[in-house]
């Protein structure tokens, strides 16, 4: 477990002094949790100790949203003139997210079925 979580502050460590380094217009942890995908892709899969780690992490998810919500609540003056603008975000932000899993999921069908029509040709053993 240990090993785990240091595997993800490492990868957002990584993220965050190569966003400093290079002046990317991007959060440090976004491009560690690029630096994370890429290193899973390379190694084709997720190591157990990890998925063991982070299952709980993702099962919890929504609550990382509760301090965003109670600072939208405590600084209400601020958002209050840009409600349309912050919805309009939301609703863009929202629909990409969907089209986005939408797309991977059709994707990885796709390879699913080729792969499965190229092993139907093999008996069972």
Request: hydrophobic share 60%; aromatic share 8%; net charge neutral.
């Amino acid at each position: 477990m240990i090993g785990s979580i240091a595997i993800l502050l490492l990868m957002q460590l990584a993220g965050t002094l190569l966003v400093q380094a290079s002046g990317l217009p991007f959060p440090g942890p976004v491009v560690g949790m690029l630096l994370l995908f890429a290193w899973l892709l390379w190694r084709g899969g997720v190591p157990r100790p990890l998925a063991r780690t982070t299952q709980p992490l993702l099962d919890n998810l929504a609550l990382l949203f509760v301090p965003a919500g109670v600072g939208i609540i405590a600084h209400w003056r601020a958002v209050e003139g840009r409600l349309w603008a912050l919805a309009l975000v939301l609703i863009v932000a929202a629909a990409i997210t969907l089209l986005t899993t939408a797309w991977t999921l059709h994707w990885l069908l796709g390879r699913h079925a080729a792969s499965a029509s190229d092993n139907a040709d093999e008996p069972w053993s």
